[in-house]
């Protein structure tokens, strides 16, 4: 959050102090932090391109010069364009650990189970499984942020204005509420992404539209009791306006709830979007995600490679997130200390 | 207690009008014109233009005709009166795929699908009511924390996931063959079965899916009861009853689970619309023809009235599950009506 340093660096840092002493806790951030390095580097992790090549007694750094080209600063030398690395005669070459790219199509290793050299098996069109999982993390990865992202700011706006002002403000909004709760929000998912065009980032738009209530509620129920304590009321005497006594005197304090059914709301997005990407709905075809390996498992059931890796990697990153989540839970909120 | 119904009442009618503006804009609104799809699906690829003129002309003429028979060339607001009239009356038109009633296929449907959450819905509340009071009863025990930490896990377990690996491993794939891939009852059922036969026949294609649909419920659920329980627990008329020298189950049975069970009936109401989400997963996967499938299936083809229809249909049903469910708390716990409520 970028208000923290200024507003309570204090609390921040005590935070993370009482937070480290809880191990189940820290593992799961550790199992979070790995599952970011894994997808923010992907393709360093899983690539067909070498990370160093020597070619003709030339020498090259392939997914470097790759970025590059694709950040239009460079251009592949002649001898290398479309170049395959792994058939290049006398190069010598350095591989990622996983040296496939989730598009290296192999139609001559349809559904090979895991071996030494495909480590999680092969798909229906010898792709590679774990080069999918690789980067299919990024589609997980980018979907839980974006997604909680735009339903903060529903959810934390909405709230606010329903907790702050009150009476018929919030009787209006909590029936936007109402209405949000009582709508099937994954049936609502899939029709909405279904109809439209399949794209990543309208997915992503359409989970953080249909998942902000939970947030909305805790940030009204947070205000209106924080709207009440003394340093509102006179911060409101002082002539605040009311923009600058929601945002700047209340939010800080409010957040502290909020942060924790943010964390929780990472990992429902996760899991919202496995499932429309298993029933094929959302992300385009050709992308690989956890969801869409696990699809293909559902429809081939010979091959348990392709249902038990995606799956368990789905799982091990919701259930990070949710450990994540309960270790802030109990260090931010003391109410709820000696409860479980 | 009547003001405090009426108020709440009265409160349904901007949700009702909220719900049906949201879901009607939603599906309508969504680009791809249904009558340029059922022209390109049944006079052969019109929509992509690879047809003469003179016959393009016949096209856009029978689409023309095809949109007023479906009121679809009125303008949006006078579509969504008609349509919100229609609601009342429980007439959602017909589907765009088959010209059967819509009301009709969802009727013909919901009993599978009740039956699914029916069931799961007593498992999850058989299992996981006692797990919850044994488990804040005997807190911190072994069996305490192994069900806490066993509901956490299942928690985190992605629905479609479990299904799958239940599919490839127990289904006979190349593993066990324990359970049905799909379907309610086998290919061979007759009528001339014995009903003991019929039954288990039934059970033993609704194992899977209903546990399925459980776990997670069942996960939460009970670890709001221990919490809800544990929270009464410290309570001090628990301390009261218990000085006056009442017995320890009488306590706990009694005193203490009447109030723990208070918040309990609120997730009645919140668990509904959550099952309806996974029916659609599961019931995608183990091919059961229920509401899911059918939702599932309409939102492929963009049968528009069947999606509104559901989509309306499951929402009024959740709207009035979160009515009654506030009016049986309100019941149970008089403050709810006089105070000021806090969500």
Same mark, same amino acid.
Request: no cysteine; glycine share 8%.
């Given at each position: 959050m970028a208000t923290e340093s200024t507003e309570g660096g204090g609390l921040w840092s005590d935070v993370w102090q009482r937070f480290k002493r809880n191990p189940v806790a820290l593992t799961g951030f550790l199992v979070v932090c790995v599952f970011v390095f894994t997808a923010l580097f992907a393709d360093f992790i899983a690539?067909?391109?070498?990370?160093?090549?020597?070619?003709?007694?030339?020498?090259?750094?392939p997914i470097f010069r790759s970025y590059l080209v694709g950040?239009?600063?460079?251009?592949?030398?002649?001898?290398?364009?479309?170049?395959?690395?792994?058939?290049?005669?006398?190069?010598?070459?350095?591989?990622?650990?996983?040296?496939?790219?989730?598009?290296?199509?192999?139609?001559?290793?349809?559904?090979?189970?895991?071996?030494?050299?495909?480590?999680?098996?092969?798909?229906?069109?010898?792709?590679?499984?774990?080069?999918g999982m690789v980067h299919g993390s990024r589609v997980s990865l980018s979907i839980g942020f974006v997604a909680v992202g735009i339903a903060v700011m529903i959810g934390v706006v909405l709230g606010a204005i329903a907790g702050y002002f009150g009476s018929w403000t919030d009787l209006i909004i909590s029936r936007l509420f109402e209405v949000m709760l009582s709508i099937p929000?994954?049936?609502?998912?899939?029709?909405?992404?279904?109809?439209?065009?399949?794209?990543?980032?309208?997915?992503?738009f359409i989970i953080g539209a249909t998942s902000w209530v939970g947030i909305a509620r805790f940030t009204r129920n947070e205000f209106l009791r924080i709207r009440n304590l003394d340093y509102v009321t006179s911060a409101i005497?002082?002539?605040?306006?009311?923009?600058?006594?929601?945002?700047? @005197?209340?939010?800080?304090?409010?957040?502290?709830?909020?942060?924790?059914? #943010?964390?929780? %709301?990472? =990992?429902?997005? /996760?899991? &919202?979007?496995?499932?429309?990407?298993?029933?094929?709905?959302?992300?385009?075809?050709?992308?690989?995600?956890?969801?869409?390996?696990? @699809?293909?498992?559902?429809?081939?059931?010979?091959?348990?490679?392709?249902? #038990?890796?995606? %799956?368990? =990697?789905?799982? /091990?990153? &919701?259930?990070?997130?949710?450990?994540?989540?309960?270790?802030?839970?109990?260090?931010?909120?003391?109410r709820l200390r000696g409860l479980r | 207690m009547t003001s405090y119904l009426l108020q709440r009442v009265l409160l349904m009618i901007p949700t009702f009008i909220g719900i049906t503006l949201i879901v009607f804009l939603v599906v309508r609104l969504a680009p791809g014109d249904p009558a340029e799809l059922r022209a390109a699906g049944g006079l052969g690829a019109a929509a992509s233009g690879g047809i003469s003129v003179d016959k393009r002309g016949a096209v856009?003429?029978?689409?023309?005709?095809?949109?007023?028979?479906?009121?679809?060339?009125?303008?949006?607001y006078v579509q969504y009166a008609v349509w919100l009239q229609n609601i009342f009356t429980l007439s959602f038109g017909v589907s765009f795929k088959d010209s059967q009633p819509v009301w009709g296929k969802i009727t013909?449907?919901?009993?599978?699908?009740?039956?699914?959450?029916?069931?799961?819905?007593?498992?999850?509340?058989?299992?996981?009511?006692?797990?919850?009071?044994?488990?804040?009863?005997?807190?911190?025990?072994?069996?305490?924390?192994?069900?806490t930490l066993i509901a956490f896990v299942l928690f985190a377990v992605p629905l479609v996931w479990a299904a799958t690996m239940a599919l490839v491993f127990l289904c006979g794939g190349d593993f066990?063959?324990?359970?049905?891939?799909?379907?309610?009852?086998?290919?061979?059922?007759?009528?001339?079965?014995?009903?003991?036969?019929?039954?288990?026949?039934h059970a033993w294609h609704l194992f899977l899916p209903v546990v399925l649909l459980s776990y997670d419920g069942f996960a939460g659920l009970s670890r709001y009861m221990r919490a809800s329980m544990l929270e009464v627990l410290r309570q001090d008329y628990v301390q009261v009853a218990r000085s006056k020298g009442l017995d320890e189950g009488v306590v706990v049975f009694k005193h203490v689970l009447r109030n723990s069970l208070i918040p309990q009936v609120t997730l009645l109401a919140s668990i509904l619309p959550g099952m309806?989400?996974?029916?659609?997963?599961?019931?995608?996967?183990?091919?059961?023809?229920?509401?899911?499938?059918?939702?599932?299936?309409?939102?492929?083809?963009?049968?528009?009235?069947?999606?509104?229809?559901?989509?309306?249909?499951t929402s009024i049903l959740t709207l009035i599950g979160i009515l009654i469910s506030d009016l049986l708390l309100a019941v149970v716990d008089p403050r709810i009506a006089f105070g000021r409520r806090a969500q």
């Open positions: 690539n067909d391109k070498p990370y160093y090549t020597e070619y003709k007694s030339k020498s090259y750094f950040m239009k600063l460079g251009q592949w030398p002649a001898e290398l364009v479309n170049a395959e690395f792994k058939k290049l005669e006398g190069a010598k070459s350095f591989f990622p650990p996983i040296p496939y790219r989730p598009s290296n199509i192999n139609l001559l290793e349809p559904l090979e189970p895991p071996s030494g050299r495909h480590w999680f098996g092969t798909d229906k069109l010898g792709r590679d499984v774990m080069a929000t994954f049936f609502l998912l899939i029709t909405i992404a279904a109809l439209l065009p399949p794209s990543i980032f309208l997915t992503m005497a002082l002539g605040g306006t009311d923009r600058k006594v929601m945002f700047k @005197h209340i939010l800080p304090n409010a957040l502290a709830p909020v942060i924790v059914s #943010v964390v929780l %709301g990472i =990992a429902g997005a /996760i899991l &919202v979007e496995s499932s429309l990407s298993f029933l094929g709905i959302g992300v385009p075809a050709e992308l690989v995600t956890w969801g869409s390996i696990l @699809h293909e498992a559902s429809t081939t059931t010979y091959a348990w490679w392709l249902a #038990v890796f995606p %799956g368990f =990697a789905i799982f /091990i990153t &919701v259930l990070a997130y949710y450990l994540v989540g309960e270790g802030l839970r109990e260090v931010l909120d003391p | 856009d003429e029978a689409m023309a005709q095809w949109r007023a028979q479906y009121g679809l060339d009125k303008p949006l013909e449907r919901i009993p599978v699908t009740l039956k699914l959450n029916l069931w799961s819905l007593l498992v999850v509340y058989l299992v996981a009511i006692p797990l919850g009071i044994y488990s804040a009863t005997h807190q911190n025990s072994i069996t305490d924390q192994a069900t066990y063959y324990f359970f049905p891939p799909g379907g309610l009852e086998s290919l061979d059922a007759a009528d001339n079965w014995s009903w003991w036969r019929k039954i288990s026949d309806i989400g996974g029916s659609v997963i599961i019931e995608t996967i183990f091919s059961i023809p229920g509401l899911g499938q059918l939702g599932f299936e309409s939102v492929l083809s963009r049968d528009y009235p069947v999606v509104l229809a559901l989509l309306a249909v």
